[in-house]
């Protein structure tokens, strides 16, 4: 490794850092502001235009907050637990392509990376339960656990179906297409710049977003740290820089499952392609890089903001539930999925083959999922007793009397 | 059977009792006074296995402010100011318990047109209280955004109110003997407007919450209470109708002028959280009808009638009830006579739906006490007094 090659990863690793900060500054106050509007308020409307500034502000005051140590708690599993779920959250952006090979460190093995920085997380949540001493926190902190243990199956089997898609573990052939070799045969595998992943296996996209979601706690899933049964979760006990850190994770996270289902299923940088006529298709050059970590930037914020507007719609699941949707769900689906496109790429078949196999499943699961739990099927057992019609009470004193019916075809109500 | 394990240090100070199961112990988990989901100060103290009920213990008196000591010594006037501080979200069902009581007891009647400006009242706190419901118990399953919807309606009937009372809340509008003024002229017009986007904002509640998977995953079956079980624990209000007892007072004892109005009453017949969160639902679309039926009714005329300015009931006693929002609320008064009452004794529906907590809640998740005590729909202002 030459010298440069060293000062072009420190300039990497620092322009990320700031990058994402900003990111997650920004992202918070979207978050703010894609609630309110979901909820008819302003949102941030006073520090800054449109409430812009109103990250930096909350920023400054956690930092300047004391940081408070509860007296029981393990102190060093206490001050290392948001070391241990914020850094991998930042690790993970290293390989993330934000164009054609440009990533902090250009990967082979990208996809293999991300699924084991990411499993890192779960035990910096399971150390701050811990460490805390509130029960809150333990709860909060064992839900963290099994969710997040049971949610990272789904998420590396779907992984695993675009590696064998592309037969590459490299997130660039994931992008950008991959050729490979088998004998004499050379082959060509498609990458995402006609039609995105999404769209050759939407049964992998739909099981990565839930369980994106999950991985993520985000509502519906947001048990390990809901607000209204475990006040927190992990978090109960932290305050000023420390819980500052965590709530970093927590967006940079968001921020994480975002880029990788754009990168995953939308192409990234790549799809649709900037048109040739303006930024010209050389790939090498900076405009044509620009515009595509611009495009790819604009539509991870689409995701994260899908993500907001289901935190601004649905209740939350039960711990049982949630574990049951994954492990009779979520859990089989991958499998079919991977088995699915193990099939269609041994015997050949054309790829939209992928898509008309796996959406009938799709349906079929999603329409299992709610006749099997029974719920919609509920009989209406709320019914209205009127005194007036004598079903409830003592008769009312002028009470209609039962309504004449004169003739044929005019039926009283 | 294992021995009491002493308290540990887990790196913590959970404490662990001793489970039946042998080998294991169970954590005690303290809920409240101070935690977002038991609606102000109540505390729960919950044995789990794991995330398994397994005993509750409820303590309330945090918030006893000894309200009833407090009335023996305030004129009867004064006391309606205590009782808007009972159930602080439905104010105005609170002042006709007491007004009505005394009324009772003294023998007078409130002008018609009082009587209907008192039932358009309560019945839009029926509204104001169960809309903050909706809200709440969406927010204890995790869901946001109902709860501000229901505010934004809410705040249209409290300024409703703000206009005819003065005041937000605590109104102190309802007279021994009538009201305390008329209301003003356009308060029809604006209460009929006012019922339209009520019953808009209702619908939209029910669209966002009524059907929705998880909220029927999270309600559906979810503390269940049979009618007789109900009834032998004193519950009243939705959540006795909600098991299928059809009682309500406003048929079942006639008060004020509720038997001229025609009215549905809302019975469930499962006895589950969804059944109460329904029963709620319909309640307030019935409340709707008979704020439009009563204002149809409407007659110019006194509000007040002619009494003296300071009541002095004869000596007695008397026991009136109306239905709150909550349920039965109901009131004993003695009285040697003059301006105080000698004892004076509130009958809560909050704190008799709150004893079936218990039974309620054991077996079930540690997300579900917090949805079943959404449903029973406390207000510690009222259990505590």
């Given amino acids: 490794m030459s010298f440069t090659d060293i000062l072009f990863a420190f300039a990497g690793l620092f322009g990320l850092f700031s990058a994402l900060l900003v990111g997650v500054l920004s992202l918070t106050w979207l978050e703010r502001k894609t609630l309110a509007r979901i909820q008819q308020r302003a949102g941030p409307s006073v520090v800054g235009p449109h409430g812009l500034l109103q990250p930096v502000a909350d920023a400054m005051k956690l930092a300047t907050k004391e940081d408070i140590i509860p007296a029981y708690a393990d102190k060093l599993l206490f001050w290392m637990a948001p070391a241990f779920v914020a850094v991998p959250a930042f690790l993970i952006w290293l390989a993330i392509p934000f164009g054609d090979r440009i990533a902090v460190r250009v990967l082979d093995l990208g996809l293999l990376y991300l699924v084991a920085i990411s499993g890192i997380g779960v035990v910096g949540l399971l150390m701050g339960g811990w460490a805390s001493s509130s029960r809150y926190s333990m709860l909060g902190g064992l839900r963290a656990a099994a969710q997040l243990v049971s949610y990272e199956i789904p998420i590396v089997i779907v992984i695993l179906s675009i590696a064998v898609l592309v037969q590459s573990l490299s997130l660039d052939a994931v992008i950008g297409g991959n050729t490979i070799t088998i004998g004499e045969a050379t082959r060509d595998l498609p990458g995402q710049g006609l039609i995105p992943f999404a769209f050759v296996m939407p049964m992998g996209f739909v099981i990565f977003f839930i369980a994106g979601l999950a991985e993520l706690g985000r509502t519906p899933f947001d048990i390990h740290h809901a607000e209204s049964e475990v006040v927190g979760g992990p978090f109960v006990e932290y305050s000023g820089v420390h819980w500052a850190v965590f709530f970093l994770a927590e967006y940079l996270n968001t921020f994480v499952i975002s880029a990788l289902i754009v990168v995953l299923f939308f192409g990234g940088w790549s799809w649709p392609n900037p048109p040739e006529s303006i930024f010209g298709n050389d790939l090498s050059s900076i405009t044509t890089n620009f515009v595509g970590g611009a495009w790819f930037m604009f539509k991870t914020y689409i995701v994260a903001v899908t993500i907001f507007w289901i935190r601004g719609t649905y209740p939350r699941l039960r711990i049982d539930q949630l574990m049951t949707f994954a492990w009779q769900v979520l859990i089989p689906l991958s499998f079919v999925n991977f088995v699915l496109i193990a099939v269609v790429l041994f015997y050949d078949w054309p790829l939209w083959m992928m898509p008309t196999l796996s959406l009938p499943i799709l349906i079929g699961a999603a329409i299992g999922v709610q006749r099997g739990r029974g719920v919609r099927d509920r009989p209406q057992t709320v019914r209205i007793l009127r005194r007036s019609a004598g079903e409830i009470g003592r008769p009312m004193p002028n009470a209609p009397t039962q309504t004449q019916i004169s003739g044929e075809g005019q039926g009283g109500d | 059977?294992?021995?009491?394990?002493?308290?540990?240090?887990?790196?913590?100070?959970?404490?662990?009792?001793?489970?039946?199961?042998?080998?294991?112990?169970?954590?005690?988990?303290?809920?409240?006074?101070?935690?977002?989901?038991?609606?102000?100060?109540?505390?729960?103290?919950?044995?789990?296995?794991?995330?398994?009920?397994?005993?509750?213990?409820?303590?309330?008196?945090?918030?006893?402010?000894?309200?009833?000591?407090?009335?023996?010594?305030?004129?009867?006037?004064?006391?309606?100011?205590?009782?808007?501080?009972?159930?602080?979200?439905?104010?105005?069902?609170?002042?006709?318990?007491?007004?009505?009581?005394?009324?009772?007891?003294?023998?007078?009647?409130?002008?018609?047109?009082?009587?209907?400006?008192?039932?358009?009242?309560?019945?839009?706190?029926?509204?104001?209280?169960?809309?903050?419901?909706?809200?709440?118990?969406?927010?204890?399953?995790?869901?946001?955004?109902?709860?501000?919807?229901?505010?934004?309606?809410?705040?249209?009937?409290?300024?409703?109110?703000?206009?005819?009372?003065?005041?937000?809340?605590?109104?102190?509008?309802?007279?021994?003997?009538?009201?305390?003024?008329?209301?003003?002229?356009?308060?029809?017009?604006?209460?009929?407007?006012?019922?339209?986007?009520?019953?808009?904002?209702?619908?939209?509640?029910?669209?966002?919450?009524?059907?929705?998977?998880?909220?029927?995953?999270?309600?559906?079956?979810?503390?269940?209470?049979?009618?007789?079980?109900?009834?032998?624990?004193?519950?009243?209000?939705?959540?006795?109708?909600?098991?299928?007892?059809?009682?309500?007072?406003?048929?079942?004892?006639?008060?004020?002028?509720?038997?001229?109005?025609?009215?549905?009453?809302?019975?469930?017949?499962?006895?589950?959280?969804?059944?109460?969160?329904?029963?709620?639902?319909?309640?307030?679309?019935?409340?709707?009808?008979?704020?439009?039926?009563?204002?149809?009714?409407?007659?110019?005329?006194?509000?007040?009638?002619k009494i003296r300015r300071i009541a002095r009931p004869p000596a007695g006693e008397v026991y009136a009830h109306c239905e709150n929002p909550r349920g039965d609320l109901g009131v004993y008064i003695v009285s040697e006579g003059g301006e105080r009452p000698y004892r004076l004794k509130v009958r809560p529906p909050s704190f008799c739906n709150l004893q079936a907590l218990r039974d309620l809640t054991v077996g079930h998740y540690i997300a579900d006490a917090v949805v079943i005590l959404g449903t029973l729909d406390i207000v510690l202002g009222e259990v505590d007094r």
């Fill in chain 2, 1 to 305: 059977m294992t021995e009491n394990v002493a308290p540990t240090n887990l790196g913590s100070t959970i404490i662990q009792v001793p489970s039946p199961e042998p080998g294991t112990v169970d954590m005690m988990v303290n809920m409240g006074p101070q935690h977002p989901a038991t609606h102000g100060v109540f505390r729960m103290e919950l044995r789990v296995d794991g995330e398994q009920i397994q005993d509750l213990v409820p303590h309330i008196g945090y918030l006893h402010r000894g309200s009833e000591k407090l009335c023996e010594h305030e004129s009867y006037s004064q006391i309606i100011t205590l009782f808007d501080r009972l159930d602080y979200v439905s104010n105005f069902n609170n002042e006709l318990v007491i007004v009505s009581a005394v009324e009772k007891l003294m023998d007078v009647a409130p002008p018609p047109r009082a009587e209907l400006i008192r039932i358009i009242m309560c019945e839009f706190n029926r509204i104001a209280s169960h809309l903050l419901f909706y809200g709440t118990f969406a927010i204890d399953m995790g869901a946001i955004t109902p709860l501000l919807y229901n505010f934004r309606d809410r705040e249209k009937i409290q300024a409703l109110f703000e206009s005819v009372s003065g005041a937000r809340m605590m109104h102190n509008y309802f007279r021994v003997g009538g009201v305390k003024e008329d209301v003003a002229d356009e308060f029809e017009s604006r209460s009929l407007a006012l019922c339209d986007e009520l019953e808009h904002g209702i619908d939209e509640t029910d669209r966002l919450l009524t059907e929705n998977e998880i909220f029927l995953e999270r309600t559906s079956g979810i503390g269940v209470i049979s009618g007789e079980d109900a009834l032998d624990w004193g519950l009243s209000g939705p959540v006795l109708r909600a098991s299928g007892v059809p009682y309500d007072v406003r048929v079942d004892e006639p008060y004020s002028r509720y038997d001229e109005l025609d009215f549905g009453i809302p019975v469930g017949s499962a006895g589950d959280c969804w059944d109460r969160f329904y029963v709620r639902i319909l309640e307030a679309r019935e409340s709707v009808s008979i704020i439009r039926q009563a204002i149809a009714l409407m007659e110019p005329g006194d509000t007040m009638s």
